[in-house]
């Protein structure tokens, strides 16, 4: 009786992190790094997670898809790829461009309609290194408080006043590159 109910939600609400969280042994992954995963995936085929909260405040899409990720962490725990994800470090470029080239060689086998955002042109490829490049500078510009606080507080506005333009003006440059392609 409790199985059919559960069935029932699933079929009505969709899936959530935990519920692709119980395919596997806590000791292999766990649910965090699942979330992390699930989230990273939903941000690189271009979907907020906040888009798909339910009014339990739950992250649920639908069953196809939560099978599918299912799919993908057991091959990439298999694989070793998630060694690195289980110790909770930063993610590199290098690993953030590993994965979703793995995404991309599988992308055949994702659900409809979530495909058609996976598949990459040049313009969302572009798009995708662009903003892969701003999140690393951005990254960077926040470790800056931990490495300016040395300096008396005039010195690190003069740091930050100096370093914004510079960015200002890679950020330009590489939009007219990637406009020109």
């Known amino acids: ?43 690189y085929v271009g979907v907020d997670p906040e888009t798909l909260r ?4 739950q992250v649920r899409f639908e069953r196809p898809l939560g099978e599918f ?3 993908l962490i057991r091959e990439d725990l298999n694989s070793g790829f998630l060694k690195k994800v289980r110790t909770d470090q930063p993610f590199t470029l290098e690993e953030v461009n590993q994965f979703q080239e ?8 994702i659900p409809e309609p979530w495909k058609s955002q996976i598949v990459e ?7 995708r290194k662009n903003r892969d490049l701003r999140k690393l500078i ?15 507080p005039t010195t ?16 330009d440059e590489l939009s007219q590159r990637i406009q020109s392609k």
């Open 1 to 43: 009786m409790r199985r059919k109910i559960r069935d029932r939600k699933i079929r009505e609400k969709g899936v959530n992190v935990p519920w692709i969280a119980k395919h596997f042994d806590p000791d292999d992954i766990s649910e965090r790094t699942v979330k992390r995963y699930v989230y990273w995936f939903l941000d």
């Open 54 to 57: 339910g009014t339990d405040k």
């Open 69 to 71: 990720l299912v799919k």
């Open 102 to 109: 793995r995404l991309i060689a599988r992308s055949h086998r």
């Open 121 to 127: 042109t040049d313009e969302t490829r572009a798009m």
């Open 138 to 152: 951005m990254d960077d510009l926040k470790r800056l408080p931990d490495i300016v606080p040395q300096f008396p």
């Open 156 to 171: 690190q506005n003069e740091i930050f006043s100096r370093i914004a333009p510079i960015i200002h003006s890679f950020e």
